[in-house]
């Protein structure tokens, strides 16, 4: 029987490095040094200890860095192409061995120099240092194989050297470092160790190849342009190393952070960002004219690198100000960071993480090739298919997988590119429906733009056209402007917002023309503005808080402000996150930390009201999340205003926030006061000092109106004696207080206020024992006529103070409103806890009078009534603030709840 012939699977054969012209071409010269690299990845100690087996040999030092550099890039490609490394491997070993070779590299230079000057010291005869600055990926740690390094040379400060030939210290460090460039840069027998490029320094080519400290901040100042930050973004001194491990270099970090990151939303580097890429795309265009190999540019071509890491920078440069966390000078850690905190998309993310290691993965083939700086896929079929093999592709002349690949990532990333930086206008409707597209922009003040608006709209903008405040605006911010009016109007014609919501906007518009960031925000983000216009016909009181707090707006481009309710232990992580990113910034301010309590906030706050607004939540829930909002701001601000108390004499306080009335009750609004009492128990002696400073700080924290505005105003008339108490109180004094042990004792009405007290922040064991007391308080034996009379009279009292008009109901003050329904709840507790311990419980005002009903307290029916018409009283309060209305009524409009708590009053008093 005939054997059976062998199937054919035409599986390529792997690849392999030696195709690479430069690795056959080590492997010729250098076979002999090959085995010198240590096994594996080659890291900063393996790469030092190979410079010096080869300096110990004989070798110069220049020598022996460009052999350790084709030493370490023969063993990247093995590693690469036949071991399938880590991209992190390949770029971190060649970020180690920039930094090794240029550590080496700068202390040869200096100690040539310092032979023949001596040493630059400043004018307290401290010496003085010289930084390498790394900046691209270099900075990133995410150079590639072949890359050049783009550096810039700081000194500290001026000086002179102390030799016998004294020079200044800027003309020592401009000898220096040209005595590095030639150790480093110069190409020679052995080749060269990296291409330096110096062109990011101060000014470019035409600076000075080293400056000062003092130089560069004024250079920053007075002359740095948008496109700098994004390069700086990534800066960091490379060497010398004993600059970063010692802290010295910290100096230019201060420098350089406010440079690149505002502390606000910085939408007005888009323009910048845009101009610098349309400059990169026409010279990439320009090359490629009448040579289409060169349109397959894995980097600057369209959809490549370049997109994908300016994405990445410029989302961190808009919002890094205020959210330090997300700064990070690599793209995939950057990826990370910004999905986490909800600035991107997760499946966004995770597509452009893949789409830069690919495509970087291609560039480092590209470059092992020849070890040439270049991007460009070859043309040469036989490159090409190994390009493919290395990568588990295919690539042949009939189908190439690494071409439809390559093609499928760089549309992806292009379209989200285009996306993001578009020019802020929405795309072109394929029908006809814009009357105004077209023609010359208008800036806002011109006859001609305020005539072809709606009549009303056109009436309210023409106002502004006097006001100094819109002359002194530059041309461009007209023109901003100018487009976002027309969006409006646009809204109005299309029906998709209301006139009064256009109108509404104009209104606040108005006084932010000093505050020119805005407009660019709502400028690149039309989708933005879409929401707020929606929002503004809905309701007049987010206008108000839009007013006070504009940089919320930003959240209309979350959709998650939708999607999900507050979270309390992701906020608190949130914050946690923050605290610890400015600390690692060195930014950990009192200022910076006030600033961002109130940021966090107001957004958070802003997302509820948006869902309030727009009915995907309800009154009570609104409540629920701004009480816990409020809970979380206050365990934050006493945890980080405990650190920064200068007195403090333990590592966490014995210490709580006791909340009562609206805060206590869980019932919270928009703008509420806090009513608090604050507690202690701590038997050390300095502790009432101690912690009558730390409130004092405390309630500065939440009630100082900083650049960032307010956060909340603070009550705390409810402590142990009201305003001529002590503003912090022992828990032992506390209970002492409160159960009537001794001459100093509580008034009923003290009493009243307990029934909705909580612990809110601080130390859980000092809530754990209030809230015993509190008990204990609640559920003391009572005489109820005697109850019922003081209650009854603090009821009057408060009627008398707050009168309303004939033929008007107050949901709030008038007989069978809420506060009727809130002492009714209050006397049955105080009466009735001794015998019902479910009274007790602090669970609102609702469900109280429920339990009250099913204790039998009251008739069948009653409590279950009064809880669904105080229910719907809160609501009408709530609506009719929403929009400032009054809270006052036609008697008749609410007739059947205030029926129903007037029969909770009559059950209980009469």
Known sequence: MASASPISTDVPPPALAEHSRFVQRVRRRHADLLPLLAEGVPDGATIQALIDTLTAAGRPLASALRIARQLVLERLAVLDVEQRASLEDVTSAMTALAETTLEAALAQARAEESERHG??????????ELWIVGMGKLGARELNVSSDIDLIYVYEEEGETDGAVPITAHEYFSKVVKRLYALIGDTTDDGFVFRVDLALRPNGNSGPPVVSLAMLETYFFAQGREWERFAWLKSRVVAPRAAVTSGRALQLRNLVTPFVYRRYLDYGVFEGLRQLHLRIREEAQRRAAGRPERANDVKLSRGGIREIEFIVQLLQVVRGGQFPEIRTRSTLRALQKLTAHGMMPPATAERLASAYSFLRRIEHRIQYLDDQQTHLLPTVDGDLNWIARSLE?????????????????????????????????????????????GGTPLPVDDEAFLQKLPAELGQRVRQWVSQPKLQALRDDSKLRLARLVQRAADAVERQNCTANAALRFIDWLEPLMRRESYFALLVERPEVQARLLRLLGLARWPMRYLMRHPGVIDELADRRIIDQRFDREAFARELDERHAAWERSGEASEEALLDTLRRAHHAEVFRTLVRDVEGHITVEQVADDLSALADVVLERTLHWGWLHLRNRHREAPRFAVIAYGKLGGKELGYGSDLDVVFLFDDEDDRAPEVYAAFVRKLITWLTLRTSAGELFEIDTALRPNGNSGLLVTSLQAFERYQLGRGSNTAWTWEHQALTRARFSAGDADIGARFEQIRRSVLSAQRDALALRQEVQAMRDKMRAARPVKDGLFDVKHSPGGMVDAEFAVQFLVLAHGQRHAQLLDNVGNIALMQRAEEAALLPAGVGQAAAAAYRELRRAQHRARLDEQPTQFPQEQLAAQREAVLALWHAVFD
């Open 119 to 128: 040493e630059p010291r400043n004018a307290e005869g401290q010496p003085i």
């Open 393 to 437: 592709l295919t690539c042949s002349a009939d189908a190439c997988e690494l071409l439809d690949r390559l093609g499928e990532t760089r549309e992806f990333v292009a379209l989200e590119f285009d996306a993001l930086l578009h020019d802020g206008r929405s795309p072109p409707a394929r029908s006809n429906g814009c009357r105004h597209c």
